[in-house]
Structures are given as structure tokens and as C-alpha cells.
């Protein structure tokens, strides 16, 4: 959703357009851009006043100026003229834009003052968030209600289980990812998934060279969470509009960068333009997903069945947010605080924010080659540390757990959110938990600690249901 639109009746008039935008951009603000004549274009001009999802409008024309009267009348949304210099300096169009019959009104900036009409449209946008309800505190609040996604996927779940007839799918539904046999010593995994919601933060900041990493982490982390080691990758891009070659560069060179950190090739991918579909922030709408493949042997496989009570619970150190929970995030953050703001630590709130999803395939590798077993793996993405429920019927106890990162503090100061939803929403630190047999525990540890921050979390207890609790914060789930 971009909050401002920014309409121009000429090409000519855009060095007016970058005063605006120039603004915007500073001030993390989101906004579309375009150009169509009222004269020349009445027809277009009106379908994209009724397509926009914008909150304020800025008409930007010279000479009769009569586009910022034109949308007037056919929006009920403020609309902020600005008028733009020509043979008469301005004056015709200041004029022309000023001179509005009653009840179609258009606030007026003076003669190519783009940049007023930018602070004046924040001030109305401000205005409104002052009158708007307080910021969700939970992410079905701020959109994402998960329980109808569960129920969704129950009705897909049916038909996929039904695919599997015929077939040695190694992995009942519902998994990180799934496997296939293909002959008794090899099995194929797939896993999809893509960068969500974080894409929106990219775009307002123009700032693409992290999600590359991302799509690929979300993939690979999940193949590993099988025990599947990942051999390939494809990407899927679908945008708004054909993207700027720097902007296709930042992502190309996050691909290959997660890529190469999962020690994996492209393959391939698609790219499809979508301008009825994809909507996206500052007129670079894009959503950017992918495959992962991987090989394993049957008996290399994980799906938490080897576990038992008295296991040790492992969590590696995440890069903050990763992936997960960016609804909201913005929704939290992106009113109190803007993308250029430095926050207390000293970093910028966009660079925070766009901190790529660590990837743990090295870590995984390290404990394989070690011929370590891993009884059991959770990547905590999206539901948080709800995702340890998917490794079986036992009571995970997290006894001890390490201050979370100071982003994650952050988010809950402002937002007032509870510990429950934080978990159940964030990896609050820890992007990935290995379960393992205690007597595997101290090899494991060292391996890890010359790779990242590594926590023994707790233990695994006799339970008759699955069951996750972090003791330090009171926070269950069944």
C-alpha cells in the first residue's frame, strides 16, 4: 500500500515530482508515481484515482492546470495541487489551481514548491494516525490471523495427502519441507517459500541487496530441518513494472550471495510482470520467492521421531528479525519511528530492519561431518517457537534463555506487546534449535561456537502431548 499518490499531467514536469519525492523518501514515506494529462488522458486519470489505495493525492501541473480540479472532483481523498512554471511564470497555473468552485476543494502550494506538498501531505497523513485506533498488539490484529491460515491449509492439506498415494513421500504434510524417494539410497526434498511483507521495507527504502539472502535462507533452512543437505535453487520474481537494472542488480547479487553461502547454483527462475497483481510501495512493486532442492539418504532424514526425554535443546543465534512478522513490524514501527531514524544503538532503523535471514546450512554441515546426530531441528520463522510443536509429542523446557536483541525490545516497548505473542510471532533471537543426545552436547557446542552464538536452552521431558514452554517468560504452547 503506498499512502500518497503523485500524479503529474507531463513528463516535463518531473524534476517538480522529485522535490515531492525527495521528501517522501527522507521522511519513509510510501508513494506511487505517475503521469497522465486531464486534458489528453481524462479516461486514465480517473482509473487511476479509482484504483489508488492512497490515503492523500498530489496533482502536480502548469499552464490551465486543470488536473489537480479534475481529481478533486472525482475523489473524496485531499488532494494538494501544485502548480508549475511555464510562459507565464506560473501565475496561470497557481491560479488555475487556486480558483476552485465550492465543494471541490484543492489545497495549493506555491509555484513549484513540490517539496511543501510533501510536508503538507505528511502533516495530513500524521493528523489522521493521531485519530486512527492505537497499533495492533498482536499480528491477527495487524492482519495475519493465523488460525484462518491453518484453516486453509487443513483444506489444501487434504488434496496434497491425497497426491502422495503411489508415491514414497518420506514426510506425512505439514513438515518444513518433504522428500521423495527415488530409489532405496536416494531421496529428493523440495521447500518453498518466499521474502513476504519484508519486500514492502525494501521498496520504501530502496534497498534490494539483502532479500536475495532472505528468499534463499527461508528455502535451505527448511531443507536442513529435514536433514536434507541442499543441492539447487530457483527463484520466482514477479513485479509491478520491469525493474531498473541497480535495482535488479541489489537482488541478483543477494541471490547469488545466499547462494553461496548455502554453497548451492541457481538453476534458473522466472520473472513475470504483473501490474494488475502486484502493488507494490513507491511505484517498485515487487514479490520475490523461491525453490530449494536437496538430496539425502533415507536414513539421513529428520522429523523429530528419534528424540527423546532427556535431549538437549540448542538455539543458534539469529540476525534479528530474519523473515517473519513484518505486518506488524511496520505496522508498530512505521508511525513513531521513520526508516532513516537512528535508533539508540546507533543503527539505522531501514538497515535493522533489512538484516538478511542467517543461513544455517555451514552450521548444519559442520555437525554432520562431525557425524554428530541430530534428533531433532526447528527453524523458528513465522508462529515463532510454536514450530518445536511440529517435532513431536514431548515437553520441550526451555529452562534458560538469552536476552533478545535489542530490535526485538523495541517492537514490544512500542507496540506493548505480551511475551506470548512475541514468541508465538519473532525467533526473539534464536533462529534455529537442534535437539541432540546429551552425550553429543559438549562436541556439538564447541563445533557451533566457532560458527555463531550458541545457547543450551533447556531439555526435552516425558509428555503425552506435544508441548513447548519458556520458562523464563511464562510462555506455553500446546
Not at 195 to 219: P, Q, R, Y
Not at 426 to 449: C, H, Q, T, W, Y
Amino acid at each position: 500500500m503506498s499512502r500518497i499518490l503523485i500524479i503529474c499531467g507531463s513528463n516535463s514536469d518531473e524534476h517538480i515530482a522529485k522535490k515531492v519525492t525527495d521528501v517522501l523518501n527522507r521522511a519513509g514515506v510510501s508513494y506511487d508515481l505517475e503521469f497522465a494529462s486531464a486534458h489528453r488522458e481524462p479516461a486514465r486519470v480517473q482509473s487511476i484515482i479509482e484504483g489508488t489505495d492512497a490515503e492523500v493525492i498530489i496533482a502536480i501541473a502548469g499552464l490551465s492546470a486543470a488536473l489537480p480540479g479534475f481529481v478533486a472532483s472525482h475523489t473524496s481523498l485531499p488532494v494538494i495541487g501544485v502548480p508549475v512554471s511555464a510562459a507565464l511564470g506560473g501565475l496561470d497555473a497557481l491560479l488555475s489551481i487556486a480558483q476552485m468552485p465550492k465543494g471541490v476543494p484543492v489545497a495549493t502550494v506555491g509555484i513549484d514548491n513540490g517539496q511543501n506538498a510533501a510536508h503538507l501531505a505528511i502533516r495530513i497523513l500524521n493528523l489522521k494516525e493521531r485519530q486512527m485506533e492505537p497499533p495492533p498488539k498482536t499480528y491477527a490484529e495487524a492482519g495475519v490471523d493465523e488460525e484462518a491460515v491453518m484453516r486453509g491449509l487443513k483444506v489444501l492439506g487434504r488434496y496434497v495427502k491425497e497426491s502422495f498415494a503411489g508415491h514414497e513421500v518420506m514426510q506425512d504434510f505439514g513438515h518444513y519441507a518433504n522428500a521423495v524417494m527415488i530409489d532405496e539410497n536416494t531421496c529428493i526434498a523440495l521447500s518453498t517459500d518466499g521474502v513476504g511483507s519484508k519486500v514492502l521495507i525494501a521498496e520504501m527504502a530502496h534497498k534490494f541487496d539483502t532479500i536475495g539472502i532472505d528468499c534463499v535462507a527461508m528455502n535451505v533452512n527448511d531443507l536442513i530441518s529435514i536433514g536434507v543437505t541442499p543441492v539447487g535453487f530457483v527463484d520466482y520474481l514477479a513485479v509491478q513494472k520491469p525493474l531498473a537494472e541497480d535495482v535488479m542488480n541489489e537482488i541478483g547479487r543477494g541471490l547469488l550471495n545466499g547462494c553461496q553461502q548455502a554453497g548451492i547454483p541457481i538453476l534458473g527462475g522466472e520473472t513475470a510482470v504483473l501490474p494488475d497483481i502486484i502493488k507494490g510501495m513507491r511505484n517498485t512493486g515487487l514479490d520475490l520467492a523461491g525453490t530449494a532442492v536437496g538430496v539425502a539418504r533415507p536414513d539421513e532424514l529428520i522429523d523429530g521421531s528419534q528424540i527423546q526425554p532427556g535431549d538437549i535443546i540448542l538455539g543458534i543465534a539469529s540476525n534479528g528479525l530474519h523473515s517473519n512478522g513484518f505486518t506488524l513490524v511496520r505496522k508498530v514501527l512505521l508511525g513513531p519511528f521513520k526508516l532513516d531514524d537512528v535508533l539508540p544503538w546507533g543503527e539505522k532503523l531501514s538497515d535493522e530492519l533489512l538484516r538478511p535471514t542467517r543461513i544455517y546450512v555451514g552450521h548444519f554441515k559442520a555437525l554432520k561431518n562431525a557425524n554428530i546426530s541430530i534428533n531433532g531441528i526447528a527453524h523458528i520463522t513465522g508462529s515463532g517457537f510454536k514450530k518445536i510443536l511440529r517435532l513431536g509429542d514431548h515437553g520441550f523446557i526451555i529452562e534458560r534463555f538469552p536476552e533478545p536483541p535489542r530490535i526485538f525490545t523495541l517492537i514490544q516497548d512500542t507496540g506493548s506487546i505480551s511475551d506470548l505473542e512475541m514468541f508465538s510471532t519473532f525467533n526473539m533471537g534464536i533462529g534455529i534449535v537442534i535437539i541432540l543426545s546429551p552425550d553429543d552436547k559438549n562436541r556439538a557446542i564447541e563445533i557451533l561456537s566457532h560458527i555463531d552464538e550458541v545457547y543450551e536452552l533447556g531439555k526435552v521431558e516425558s509428555s503425552d502431548r506435544s508441548r513447548v514452554s519458556i520458562d523464563p517468560y511464562k510462555v506455553v504452547f500446546e
